[in-house]
């Protein structure tokens, strides 16, 4: 049955990107970015790093995902593709002076975590739903699921309505 996308996420968080993430506790320990192993791994598209901002949403760029069809066409496995792209990404967040390390380090786990998303989805998928994870403070949430319940809706029904309604789409 293998893994679900979620199992998926936390396992290669966990196993790929061991310099970048911090355990909570750990906020002394400074920000590093991991590094993709060339001597096991294909190259990179030329300007895949070049082409990475630090904000990006691996759901929602086609040029990455065209760079990850084309790392999977080669013959790289799925989890050597999240290592590279990774990789490439995270120097692009370690660059921003701004950000604190606990922030580089939401982005990238951030990133990596839908970046599994992308490079693990079927192939033969016709349907691209993206996951909008946004912080919400306790007290809203609740008014939330109150508000959901009222309208005999599920909790991401409801809030995927107020979405639409906002933006002025059916």
């Known amino acids: 049955m293998g893994l679900s996308p979620r199992r998926a996420a936390l396992a290669l968080a966990c196993a790929v990107l ?53 790392m999977k066409a080669e013959g790289m496995p799925n989890g050597e593709v ?21 922030d580089k380090d939401g982005l990238v786990q951030r990133f990596a975590s839908h970046l599994v998303q992308v490079v693990y989805a079927p192939a033969h998928g016709t349907v691209e739903d993206i ?12 008014r939330i699921t109150e508000a959901a319940e009222q309208h005999k809706q599920t909790r991401d029904a409801f809030v995927l309505a107020a979405l639409r309604k906002a933006a002025g789409t059916p």
Not at 131 to 142: M, Q, R
């Open 131 to 142: 996951i909008v994870d946004v912080p919400v403070p306790t007290d809203l949430y609740s």
């Open 18 to 70: 061991p310099g970048a993430v911090m355990a909570p506790g750990l906020a002394h320990a400074a920000f590093e970015c991991p590094v993709a192993a060339p001597a096991a791994t294909k190259p990179l598209p030329g300007d895949l790093g070049q082409s990475l901002k630090p904000y990006d949403d691996p759901r929602a760029d086609p040029a990455l995902k065209a760079d990850i069809a084309a």
């Open 82 to 102: 999240v290592d590279h792209v990774v990789a490439a990404y995270c120097p692009v967040v370690a660059a921003v002076p701004k950000l604190t390390d606990a």
